[in-house]
Structures are given as C-alpha cells and as structure tokens.
C-alpha cells in the first residue's frame, strides 16, 4: 500500500508561507503565494498570518495603525492604547477575503473587543482565523491520498494602563495554532500541528496642542509583538522562528473646524527574527558542507539561535550590514479625514525594499459612522501588474457602547 507522500520540502513551503497549497499552486512560485519576490532576500518565518492587517481602518491607511486614535482593533497595532477609549464596551468584527486573484476560498476574518475596568484600565480579547482553503495530497506514485483544510487561529487577551493623562502601557498574552497537513505524514517526518505562545507589550503617548489656533495632536508609539516560542510541524529539531515584529509609528491629528478632521500617519516595521545569511556555493551550485554537516556561511551569521538570540541579533546579523538592516524597515503611510465624525475618506501608502520583499501598493477606503454603529471599507491597489495581492478588499463592523465616566481615579496622584 503506497503512503501518503509529504516531502521535507513542502512541509517547510507549507511552514513559511502558510496560503493554500491546492489547484496546482504547488508549481507556482512562493512570490505568488505571499505577495513577497522571493528572487530577493525576502526574510520568511511560520505563521506570517499573524502580520497581515486584519481591519479595513488601518488596511486603508497604507496598513498604518501603531499610533493612530484607538479603536477595538488596538489589541492588534498597539495594546497600550485601549486604555485611552472613551467607550465602556466596544467590538469589531473584520472579514478579509485573501488573494482572491488565485484562489477563491481563503479568507481572514478577525474579532476584537475590549471593556473598560475603571477609566485609567482596560481588558480585551482577540480571535484571529486563517482559513486557507483546500490542500489535496497524493500518493508517492500521483494518486489521490484525500485533501485536508488548513487552518490558523490566535487567541489573545490584553490589559491596559493609563500612567499619565499622556501616556499608557499596554501587554497581550497570545496562544497560536496552526495546523497545515492534519494527520498526513511522508515515510520521512510525522507531520503535526505547530503550536507557540508569545506576547507583545506598547507604549502609547498622546499630547493635545494649539497649532496657529487649531486643535491638533500629536501620538507616538512603540510595540514588540509575537515574542514566543519557535514553530515546529515535525520534530523538535525543525523548529521556526514566528514573526516577531517592532513598530514605530506617530500619528498628527488637526481639526481644521468643528466639521473636518485630519490625521496623517507613519508606521515603521522590522521583523526581529535572523536575517538569511549568504552561503558558500560549489561549482555545482550546491552549498559547501563543513566537516559538522553544517552548510559554510560566507557572509552574515548562523540563523540557528534561540528567540531572544534572534531578537537581539536581528539589529546586526544582515550579511551586507547596515545598508540591508535599514532595508529591512517596512514603510507604512497613511491619511484619514473625517467630516462631523460620520463619515471618512482615507487613503495610503506600504512601502517594502525591493532586496526584501518589494511589496509597494497603495491603499483607499472609506468609513462612516452613526451613534454606536461603523462601517469600514479598504481596497488595495498593488504598484506591480498581476500581483497576488491585487484587489484585496477589507469589510470591518465596528460597535461601541455606553461612554465610560469613570473620573474617580486619578492617573497623576
């Protein structure tokens, strides 16, 4: 009886890139998988579902929302900000068909809510669910062995404090699950589900000014999300890195009347995972292997550390230095103009290196508002032609309940 046939190969495909691996994609590029040209010296690690904007606010911002006003998707962007919420009780539910272009099942959908404690303290919760559609497995002689539906998720559960009037601190706990063969295994590797824990913690400061007689804003962030534990979907000694993320980002908000409102935003990103080092290559094209049975680094340095080894060492471990560490910055830029606060036009712009990825598109979307209920829409417009991620739209309904009048604490004494 012939065995399901699962290669070393597509279990670490299935691992670092995670979208669906059906209807022929097997034979496609990753490039098209994930939106990244992996020609580059693209860093990959496992569950990079967890980095994908899950609502259409920030998703048509240029995926810009460290420092922008908060709403219940805070505990995404930046926990520290929840504590600044005028609302007791809110939620938002958002719903992201995903690289629709290729195929047509695969989807993101995305719940947060949050409740104010007191009026300095907030608490939230998140579920987050990567379907990726249909995977169809074969024998190691091409016939069917069954198909199995892939599926990602993540739990998180927030708190946040105001210290100042100014300034909040923020922390989520997270738990992630992703399973991408079910019980299929090769003669080679017992395929499992990958399963981590991790956290992130933000800082969050707002600062209300006159700017020549206007009511403006001015907000900063800084957040340190999925620091956990290494993936493995095989043995213990495949493990990968997931994508533990730095954000900077700042935010100018301006009301040019009583009427019109303007927020211009900044995000800046850098996965704090170990960047690919450059190997030595044969003149067969094959990697030199050392007496150990370890590949010989020509440049850069050996990926295999610990997390908190990957963490720090990501600011220093590019194989061309400081030029290829400033390329590992991603760009997100932003605009959102609200007219009575009912209704919002916004519009933006990621930016990616080309040695990283070479994601570059442009964002638009539109919000309205009335009395506890939103509607968010985003549309994303790619700089390339036929990329992945073309014509990805974001839907997110937003609720907010009950102002919180909660002044019997002081966040000064």
Known sequence: MNKVFINRRLVTFLLLFSPILSYDVLSQSSQILVGHDTTRRVITTAVPFLLITPDARSGAMGDAGGAISPDANSIHWNPAKLAFLESEFGLSISYTPWLGNIIKDMSISYLSLYYKITREQAVGFSMRYFDLGDIFFTTDIGDPAGQFSPREFAFDLTYSRMLTENLSIGGSARFISSNLTGSFSSQAIEARPGRSFAVDFGLFYKKDFLLSGTNSNLALAAVISNIGSKVTYSSEENKDFIPANFRLGTAFTSSLNPYNTITLAVDFNKLLVPTPPIYQIDANGQRVIDQNGEPVILKGKDPDRTVLGGVFGSFG??????????????????????????FAVRGGYFLEAENKGNRKYFTLGVGFRYQKFGLDFAYLIPQRQNHPLAETLRFTLVFNFDKAERDTESVVE
């Not at 590019?318 to 290829?324: F, I, L, R, T, Y």
């Not at 390329?327 to 007219?339: D, K, N």
């Open 317 to 342: 471990d590019a194989p061309d230095g400081a030029k290829e560490e400033f390329q590992e910055f991603s760009i997100a830029t932003g605009v959102e103009y609200w007219y009575k606060e009912l």
